[in-house]
């Protein structure tokens, strides 16, 4: 049993990681094509693992002007750091070109308040991506387990680890419907959110 859940977190771990590259390469390219200048980054953490901030490093990598945010401690990569909740950001109507959540959205809360992440994504930027597990993949990536968290009971009592996992359904419902594309299948591993303030049934809202 310990054999099989030490495989279990090695393959998510690895999974991760390449999970997280390839999301790396899906928004440098996309910064490099739209002529993004400026990137909040939502929900900076400071673990220290193989996956931790592979995105965030990418973006920062790009030469843009980046603002890391955090509940805290902040990594300190990019040109600021702001520690704060990313429910209330402290910032003006569309002060950034891009915005960007890796795997936050589950860690907010419960329907509310990721009502609320969402909401300020669109607010402060022009465009923003947004990254989420699938409820329905079979793996856990947080608690690295298998099917347990189809449970709802197993998923009560780990809210410390994550408070609201999202099926495609449920994370389409957060989402503006003018211009956005959510990448990803109901048995995906992950999905991918990309949103556009710019087109012109979004500026009508």
Known sequence: MADRHRLVERLA???????????????????????????????????????????EEAIAGTGVWVVA?????????????????????PFGEKTFDLAVSNAVVEHVGDETDQQ?????????????VMTTPNLWFPVESHARVLFRHWSGRWRADHRDIVTRLLTKRSFLHLL??????????????????????????????
């Open 176 to 205: 503006p419907k003018a211009g956005t594309v959510v990448e990803g299948h109901l048995w995906s591993p992950k999905f991918l959110a990309v949103h556009n303030c710019t087109v012109a049934d979004c500026l009508q809202r």
């Open 13 to 55: 771990a690895m999974y991760s990681v390449r999970s997280r590259r390839k999301k790396a390469a899906v928004l440098v390219k996309l910064i490099a094509e739209s002529d993004v200048r400026s990137v909040l980054l939502i929900g900076v953490e400071s673990a220290d693992f193989a996956w931790s901030n592979v995105v």
């Open 69 to 89: 945010t955090g509940l805290g401690p902040v990594v300190r990569f990019g040109d600021s750091q702001v520690v704060c909740d990313g429910r209330r950001l």
């Open 116 to 128: 609320a992440f969402v909401d300020e994504h669109h607010r402060v930027a022009a465009r923003f």
